[in-house]
C-alpha cells in the first residue's frame, strides 16, 4: 500500500500507461486535483482528459487553478504578431487540451473543470467556467478538494539521481491534502497520486523534497521533458511606478516581504533596488514627486528611506522574479532558522550568525543548552553549525578533531578553551531567506534557479501554502521569523470605508480570485509589526472613458472593511488602521483621482459619514496623471524608472509594433479614428516600415487582405514614428 516506508511507486514511460493504472485502482469516477501554475503535469492531465473525453462511461472532475495558455491573437495582425513570439518564449510547452473546448462550451458531459483561480480576466464571458469556479482562500484548497470527494493527485515532479523527487514549484495544496487524502483512503476511498517528472523543473528542498513513497505511481517520459510556461516581463508605466516608489518606502529594514507577479510588484521591486543602491536619486524622487511632503509620517512610522543594511527576509506564497531580483541585488538577505530560542537571540542582536566561544555563552545562559551537553545539545549544536559536524560525544566526553578529548562541560574552563579552539564551526547553517508555496517566473528565473549550487538554491524552502500564509504550524517560531512583515498585494478597487474588491465584477464574473490575499491580510492583524498594504492604481480607462478605482460603494468585497489597513496608489499612502469612518475616507480621498473628488465627498457626506463642512486640503487636490508623469519625467529623462528595468523577451522590433497595434485598436474605437484608418488605406508604406512589416510578414503582401493589413501597421507606426529597430 502506498505511504509504506520507502516504497518505490510503480513506474512507466508513458502518461497513457499510468491513466489505464489510475483507472483501474480508482474506478470510473475521477475527481482529479491538480496544483496551479507550472506543478500541472501537462502531458498527464492531457492524457486523463483524452480517455475520458472518448469514454462515456467515465467521469472526470478536475479541480486546479491558473491554467497557463499562450497568449493568442483575436484579430489576424495579433496572431501575425503573437505567433513568432509565443513559438519562440514558450517553445515546446504543451497546451492544456482542455482549455479550448472550455471555451468554446465544448467540453464533454462528462468533464467538469473546476478552478479555484483565474489568470486575470482570462476567463470572463466563459459560462462554464464561472459557473464551475470556487471561491476559496489559498489555504482551504485542500479541505475543499477532499470535501468534493477527490480521489486523484497529479502533481510534475523535478527528479535527481536515486531517485530522489522534489514537489519544485508546487508544494503548495499537494503538502496539505496528502494527509487526508491518506486518511480517507484508511477508510475505505481509492485514491492515487501520481508524479511525472520534467528535468526542466529545478529541484527545491525544504518540504517540497519528498519520499520516493509520497508516489503511488511515477511517469518518467524523459522525450516529454517540456519547457515551463515562462511569464514575459510586462512594461511598468507611471502610474505603477509611483505605487511602487510608495510601497518601497514602507519596507522595513530587518523585516519581512511578500510580494506577487506583476507591474506593480515589479515596480516595488525597482524602487527598492534604487533605494538600496542608488539612494541619493532614491531620495530626490520621492522629495521631488511629493512623497515626502504627503506621506512622510507614514514612512517613517512603517518604512524607511535607507539602504538596507541588514536586509529582508521573503515569506511568500509566490516566489518569483521579483524576490530573486532583491536577492541577486544584495536585499534579500536575512536569513531565519527553525528553532524560537535561536531566532529570537538572532533578533534582539544577542547572537550574530558569525560563530564564535560567545555563541556557546549565550545559548547556555539562556537555557537553549545545557552546560554539560546531551546528545540533544550536540544535534540542534552541529545542526545549526554551531560546532563541527566531526565532532563525537561519547560517555561524557568530547571527542575533538584535533584527537584530543574533553569532558563536554561548558564550566570547565580547560574544556571550553578546547571546544573553542578547534570544535566550533564559521557561520550558522540552515538559514534561510524564503519560504515560497509555488512558483511562476520568467525564463530567466528558471534558468537562474537551475543553474544554482545546491547550497545556495536550499536558502530557497518550498513549502505547504499552510505553512506560508498561516501561524498554525509554531505560532512563536512564525512570529519571530516574520518580523516587520509588510505584505504586499493587488486589488482592482477600493471603497472610500476601506473595503476591497480584489477577484470579480460588480455583476459576479469572476477575474481572478482569492487566492492567498485574505490569508495575508488577516495575518497581516495577527503579528505583531506587521502591515498589510494594498497596491491600487487609482483610475482605470476603457473605451476611452475614464473612471475611479476609489468607489463610495460596491456589490461585494474581498477584503472587508474591518480588516482594512494601507493602501497605496500612484498618489499616496493611506493609512487605514485603527481609523473612524471619517478618518478613513478623508485618508481614502487624499489618494484619489483629484477627477472624481469632488462626488466621491458628495457621496460621503450625503451618507452622513464626512462633516458637511469638510474641505480636502489644497495639497491633495492636484492628484492628476498630467502632473503625476510630469513630476516622473524628470528622472525618466535621466534613466531612472524605466519601461522595462528588467528587460524583455519582446525583440526590439516586437516592442515598437507591440505600441503601434494597441495605437492601431484604439484608433479603431472611434469615428475619428477609422476614418483617419481609411486615409492610410490610400498611402504607400514608407521604407523605415519595412523591418517591421517583415516580422508580421507583410513586406512583400499577397492579395488585397495582406496590403490592407500592411498599410494599416505602416500607418499606426507612422504616428508617432517608432525608433529604427536596433540590432
Known amino acids: 500500500m502506498a505511504g509504506s516506508f520507502f516504497m518505490a511507486p510503480r513506474k512507466f514511460s508513458s502518461p497513457d500507461e499510468c491513466v489505464e493504472a489510475i483507472l483501474q485502482r480508482v474506478g470510473p469516477r475521477l475527481v482529479v486535483g491538480a496544483p496551479l501554475g507550472i506543478g500541472k503535469p501537462n502531458p498527464l492531465v492531457n492524457a486523463l482528459y483524452r480517455r475520458v473525453a472518448r469514454d462515456p462511461s467515465l467521469h472526470l472532475r478536475l479541480v486546479t487553478a491558473l491554467s497557463l495558455e499562450r497568449p493568442v491573437g483575436k484579430s489576424g495582425l495579433e496572431r501575425r504578431f503573437l505567433g513568432p513570439f509565443t513559438d519562440r518564449v514558450f517553445d515546446d510547452y504543451p497546451e492544456l487540451e482542455y482549455l479550448a473546448p472550455l471555451r468554446q462550451g465544448s467540453l464533454p458531459p462528462n468533464v467538469e473543470i473546476s478552478e479555484f483561480y483565474f489568470k486575470s480576466g482570462s476567463m470572463l464571458g466563459v459560462p462554464s467556467a464561472q459557473r464551475h469556479y470556487i471561491s476559496s482562500n489559498y489555504t482551504h484548497v485542500a479541505r475543499d478538494m477532499l470535501a468534493a470527494g477527490a480521489n486523484v493527485i497529479v502533481q510534475a515532479v523535478a527528479a535527481l539521481p536515486g531517485p530522489r523527487y522534489s514537489l519544485s514549484s508546487n508544494p503548495d495544496v499537494t503538502l496539505d491534502i496528502m494527509p487526508g487524502l491518506r486518511e480517507a483512503e484508511r477508510a475505505g476511498r481509492k485514491v492515487a497520486v501520481a508524479g511525472m517528472v520534467n528535468r526542466r523543473l529545478p529541484f527545491m528542498y525544504g518540504a517540497a523534497e519528498v519520499e520516493p513513497d509520497f508516489f503511488d505511481f511515477m511517469v518518467d517520459a524523459p522525450g516529454l521533458d517540456h519547457h515551463l510556461f515562462a511569464v514575459p516581463n510586462m512594461p511598468i508605466d507611471p502610474t505603477a511606478h509611483m505605487i511602487g516608489l510608495y510601497a518601497s518606502a514602507l519596507l522595513k529594514d530587518g523585516g519581512t516581504l511578500q510580494v506577487g507577479i506583476g507591474s506593480l510588484g515589479d515596480a516595488c521591486v525597482y524602487a527598492s533596488q534604487l533605494r538600496h543602491a542608488r539612494n541619493a536619486d532614491y531620495r530626490g524622487a520621492l522629495e521631488a514627486t511629493g512623497a515626502l511632503a504627503k506621506c512622510g509620517a507614514a514612512i517613517e512610522a512603517m518604512g524607511g528611506l535607507s539602504p538596507y543594511r541588514e536586509g529582508l527576509y521573503a515569506g511568500s506564497e509566490m516566489f518569483g522574479d521579483g524576490l530573486l531580483r532583491l536577492y541577486e541585488a544584495g536585499i534579500l538577505k536575512r536569513r531565519v532558522y527553525s528553532h524560537a530560542g535561536l531566532q529570537a537571540l538572532l533578533n534582539s542582536g544577542r547572537l550574530s550568525e558569525s560563530v564564535g566561544p560567545d555563541t556557546l555563552t549565550t545559548l547556555k545562559d539562556e537555557g537553549i543548552i545545557g552546560a554539560k551537553l546531551s546528545p540533544e545539545d550536540m544535534a540542534f549544536l552541529q545542526r545549526f553549525g554551531i560546532l563541527r559536524p566531526d ?20 564550566d570547565d574552563r580547560e574544556s571550553f578553551r578546547h571546544i573553542a579552539g578547534s570544535a566550533l564551526g564559521a557561520r550558522l547553517k540552515e538559514g534561510v531567506l524564503m519560504h515560497g508555496a509555488f512558483f511562476l517566473g520568467s525564463q530567466w528565473f528558471y534558468d537562474t534557479l537551475q543553474a544554482m549550487p545546491e547550497p545556495e538554491r536550499r536558502m530557497f524552502a518550498m513549502e505547504a501554502v499552510s505553512q506560508v500564509n498561516e501561524l498554525f504550524s509554531d505560532v512563536e517560531l512564525e512570529k519571530l521569523q516574520h518580523r516587520h512583515a509588510r505584505f504586499l498585494n493587488i486589488c482592482m478597487k477600493m471603497t472610500l470605508l476601506g473595503s476591497a474588491v480584489s477577484d470579480a465584477l460588480d455583476g459576479g464574473q469572476v477575474v481572478s480570485g482569492v ?62 488602521r485603527g481609523r473612524t469612518d471619517e478618518e478613513t475616507i478623508v485618508a481614502m480621498l487624499k489618494v484619489a483621482d483629484s477627477r472624481f473628488q469632488d462626488a466621491l465627498m458628495a457621496e460621503a457626506k450625503r451618507a452622513g459619514k464626512l462633516r458637511p463642512d469638510f474641505a480636502l486640503p489644497e495639497l491633495y487636490r492636484h492628484n492628476t496623471p498630467e502632473r503625476m508623469r510630469a513630476d516622473l519625467k524628470r528622472f525618466q529623462d535621466a534613466g531612472l524608472f524605466p519601461e522595462l528595468p528588467f528587460g524583455s523577451d519582446f525583440t526590439p522590433e516586437e516592442l515598437v509594433l507591440g505600441k503601434a497595434l494597441k495605437r492601431l485598436q484604439a ?61
Do not use: C
Not at 565532532?391 to 561548558?410: H, I, K, N, Q, Y
Not at 495575508?520 to 476603457?542: D, E, K, N, P
Not at 460596491?554 to 493611506?574: K, N, Q, W
Open 515 to 576: 487566492g492567498g490575499q485574505y490569508n495575508f491580510v488577516a495575518m497581516a492583524h495577527a503579528l505583531r509589526q506587521a502591515r498589510s498594504i494594498l497596491m491600487l492604481r487609482s483610475t482605470y480607462t476603457v473605451r476611452g472613458k475614464t473612471e475611479s478605482n476609489i468607489l463610495w460603494e460596491y456589490a461585494h468585497s474581498t477584503i472587508p472593511r474591518h480588516l482594512r489597513d494601507v493602501v497605496v496608489t500612484e498618489y499616496g499612502i493611506a493609512d487605514l
Open 667 to 727: 484608433a479603431s474605437r472611434s469615428w475619428t479614428g477609422r476614418l483617419g484608418l481609411a486615409a492610410s488605406l490610400l498611402r504607400t508604406p514608407s521604407p523605415s516600415a519595412v523591418p517591421y512589416l517583415k516580422r508580421m510578414g507583410l513586406d512583400a503582401p499577397k492579395g488585397l487582405k495582406e496590403r490592407i493589413y500592411a498599410r494599416l501597421v505602416a500607418s499606426a507606426l507612422a504616428r508617432p514614428s517608432g525608433p529604427a529597430p536596433s540590432r
Open 391 to 410: 565532532l563525537r560525544l561519547e560517555d561524557g566526553m568530547l571527542l575533538l578533531p584535533d584527537g584530543a578529548r574533553v569532558t563536554a562541560d561548558l
